[in-house]
């Protein structure tokens, strides 16, 4: 219990400390005294610099990382298996793909990215889940990878191989993009807390829930339809960003422990924290340009999930 407290501790106040390095690292460094001038009115063209540009870059961050996040959890729940997460599992990639189709065929009308989005990822886990692949935990990384690199392989077709995702993520965001990402998001995560009680009760064997009459089918559709709802609005607003879903969550367990009414609110902040400092990261290694932090993600992710397999050994990737 005092590991948990002390971890919950660490990671809010790293969180804030994080949130105000934000404000000041860019192109140009602002300090904390002229951030608070800034507040005070006395600054305004620095003031108008983080409201602009710096502050919703933030907050789009923590939103989507702790989205991001939260979805990894529930993934590796539904499908007892540690190496979940809706973008190597081909949902975020079939979003991009159905916003791309979508874009070209349809008119233009409103939440039509986060639609679009929310339709690929459900075509994705209705060809990714079923009985074999939930049966066999590395079945269904194969699966889902192979998914993942069709959806990509298909958007870059339909593209010519132009990178349709650099008109997305952080860099430029705007207010409207994250209020949409805002109500999303508290709406999703709201969610995620009232139903971490399903991702325990999935620990359990089908078997012996259905014996004393737990809805798992209704249970676990419920659960995927939340992840795909929160990868498929972080999608629509920032784009494919890969790993937190993996990297985050087995690093709570270690801090929390195994109960998902402590690892998804852990999660949550953890994600926020960690795509935050991503992000920011990306900002200011290779001023004045910037690398996203899905670039960033995917060199600090890869050798994580090597490294998660490895130590886990062939049939040690179950979640406990």
């Not at 798992?216 to 659960?223: D, Y």
């Amino acid at each position: 219990m005092v590991k948990e407290r002390s971890a919950y501790i660490v990671i809010c106040i790293a969180l804030f400390l994080t949130a105000i390095l934000a404000l000041m690292l860019g192109t140009q460094f602002y300090s904390v005294s002229q951030l608070w001038q800034a507040l005070m009115g006395n600054q305004p063209a620095v003031l108008s610099t983080v409201l602009t540009f710096r502050l919703p870059r933030i907050i789009a961050a923590m939103i989507a990382g702790g989205m991001l996040a939260s979805a990894g959890a529930i993934s590796q729940s539904v499908f007892r298996n540690r190496l979940a997460d809706p973008t190597i599992l081909g949902v975020t990639s079939a979003g991009e793909l159905f916003m791309l189709i979508g874009g070209m065929v349809l008119p233009a009308f409103v939440l039509e990215k986060q639609l679009l989005a929310l339709i690929g990822g459900l075509v994705a886990f209705a060809l990714l889940a079923n009985r074999q692949t939930l049966r066999h935990p590395y079945q269904l990384i194969i699966v889902g990878v192979a998914l993942n690199l069709t959806f990509m392989a298909l958007t870059q077709l339909f593209t010519k191989g132009i990178n349709v995702s650099s008109s997305l993520g952080f860099n430029g965001i705007t207010w409207s993009s994250v209020d949409s990402l805002l109500i999303m998001g508290f709406i999703g995560l709201v969610a995620v807390l009232l139903m971490a009680p399903w991702a325990n009760d999935l620990k359990l064997p089908d078997e012996q829930l259905s014996a004393v009459g737990v809805p798992v089918t209704a249970m676990r559709l419920g659960l995927l339809a939340l992840v795909v709802y929160l990868s498929a609005d972080v999608t629509a607003a920032v784009g494919t960003i890969p790993f937190i879903g993996i990297i985050v969550p087995n690093i709570a367990r270690y801090f929390v422990g195994h109960d998902y009414q402590t690892i998804l609110p852990f999660s949550m902040l953890s994600g926020a924290w960690l795509l935050l400092t991503i992000d920011t990261i990306g900002r200011i290694v290779v001023l004045p340009s910037e690398l996203s932090a899905a670039t960033i993600m995917a060199v600090i992710g890869g050798p994580f999930l090597i490294m998660l397999v490895q130590r886990g050994g062939f049939h040690g990737i179950k979640t406990g």
